[in-house]
């Protein structure tokens, strides 16, 4: 069965595709709003502490799963260990994909809704969406964002259902460097505005006073969503992997490149967040109100802000496709289906829930569960619970449950890597990874 598996063709494809699965809304709208609501700057280190101390070591752990295993993450469980239980890390991931895919279709919809207004030569002003004076909340409360939501999932099944290789590699190699040097470009742009200090003082002056159990947990969940980790994603991919890619290289430099992007993103959108006097906490809608001031004003606007929509929708299909790989190896592998039928099962779902979700900003807004909308309940229990738990579990499973020669192996691969450095990462993963997730969810829980 291994034989037969697709392998990634390049190396470019490898780091491409990894992150591609990586970098997408979670660096560009969810980091901004998280830091936003959760003060700025302290939460910004906390939150690189995460993604170098517990991230690195659990995307390792994945890629040693994926690659010795070849499988999707209940195989991989199954062919590691004789315990049945393992499973239950991936039921919950999942779970955790499908509540995921559900969410974050509606916020693709959302730059498709900006993509084709900015393409009609609209760009917002202070009012909000694209100068239809309405703004974001009168667009986000109407029937077009279940619309866009459906749209968006039609594309994402396009390109599962084309394949491992073919849709998916091709596609991130050529654009997400794109993506990057437009981004540098709105950086610079953003860093020379008048007034730009105080937002550049809200993102990287840490101000510890701010910092309670929910930046904590805030911190850790945007670190395991934003690395697509914690459910089997990385899994998934370095089960293509060949038997040369490097994995803690491959590992540091997908958090690095991803962490870089977000701090891009933030350095873009808070200097215009006080610019333009919008509220920093203004949660999930802040960078759909604060990116289009900023195209306002630039000259061109309206092609800057068609580019950004465009390569932001293809930088969420690559997020996406990575997210319904999980599901579609699962109904695949494990159930036999058809790819073509699993594909189209995980899209019905995605779509059913993903409508349940666009509505909760208006016809369903009131219904609260936990004191949330099913948007922000989806989102939370997802990024926030089962995330970090499935992360802290697949540590505990790698550092202690399989053979050490397997991890060893792993991650020498085809090349060197010192003594020293192997113990390292067995460590991380045995202790740090594990202990550091427990720690935030016991903070969560007020029990320290
Ligand atoms: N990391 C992606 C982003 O930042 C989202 C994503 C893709 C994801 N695959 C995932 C998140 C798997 C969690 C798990 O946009």
Not at 113 to 122: F, H, K, N, T, V
Not at 227 to 235: E, N, R, V
Not at 240 to 263: G, M, N, R
Request: charged residues 10%; positive net charge.
């Amino acid at each position: 069965m291994s034989d037969n598996r697709a392998q990634f063709g390049t190396k470019l494809g490898v780091i491409a595709t990894t992150v591609g699965s990586a970098v997408g809304l979670g660096n560009i709208w969810r980091f901004p709003y998280e830091a936003g609501t959760h003060g700025g700057g302290a939460f910004l280190l906390i939150y690189i502490f995460f993604i170098f101390v517990i991230g690195v070591p659990v995307i390792c752990a994945e890629f040693i799963m994926g690659r010795s295993t070849r499988r999707n993450i209940f195989g991989a469980f199954r062919m590691l260990h004789t315990r049945r239980q393992w499973a239950w890390i991936g039921y919950m991931g999942i779970l955790a994909s499908i509540l995921i895919l559900s969410f974050y279709s509606v916020v693709a919809g959302w730059t498709l809704e900006y993509l084709g207004q900015s393409a009609a030569g609209i760009v917002a002003s202070t009012d909000g969406v694209a100068g239809n004076g309405g703004g974001f909340d009168d667009f986000s409360t109407g029937w077009r964002p279940v619309m866009w939501t459906l749209i968006f999932l039609a594309f994402n099944a396009v390109i599962v259902l084309r394949g491992v290789r073919k849709g998916i590699e091709k596609a991130s190699n050529i654009l997400m460097p794109v993506l990057f040097l437009l981004l540098l470009a709105f950086c610079v742009n953003s860093l020379f505005m008048s007034g730009a200090k105080e937002g550049l003082e809200f993102l990287f002056k840490p101000d510890f006073s701010k910092v309670d159990s929910s930046v904590l947990i805030g911190a850790l969940g945007q670190a395991f969503f934003s690395l697509s980790i914690g459910l089997g994603t990385m899994m998934i991919y370095s089960s293509y992997f060949s038997e040369e890619t490097p994995l803690v290289k491959s590992a540091a430099l997908t958090a690095s490149l991803d962490t870089l992007v977000a701090i891009l993103a933030g350095v873009i959108i808070f200097p215009a967040v006080f610019i333009f006097n919008c509220e920093p906490a203004a949660g999930p809608k802040l960078v759909f109100e604060v990116l289009p001031e900023i195209f306002h004003q630039l000259p061109g606007g309206v092609v800057w802000s068609t580019l950004f929509f465009f390569l932001l929708f293809l930088a969420s299909l690559t997020s996406t496709i990575s997210m319904s790989e999980i599901c579609v190896a699962f109904f695949c592998e494990q159930l036999g289906l058809s790819r073509r039928r699993a594909a189209l099962l995980n899209t019905a779902i995605a779509m059913g829930l993903g409508t349940l979700c666009a509505m909760s900003f208006g016809s369903l807004s009131g219904l609260k569960i936990f004191g949330l909308t099913i948007f922000n309940l989806f989102d939370y229990a997802a990024s926030n619970i089962m995330l970090p738990l499935g992360g802290m579990l697949i540590s505990v499973f790698v550092g202690w449950f399989i053979d050490r020669n397997v991890v060893k192996a792993q991650l020498k691969g085809t090349g060197t890597i010192s003594e020293g450095f192997l113990r390292l990462i067995v460590f991380s993963l045995k202790y740090v990874a594990p202990a550091g997730i427990g720690l935030v969810f016991l903070a969560g829980l007020g029990i320290i």
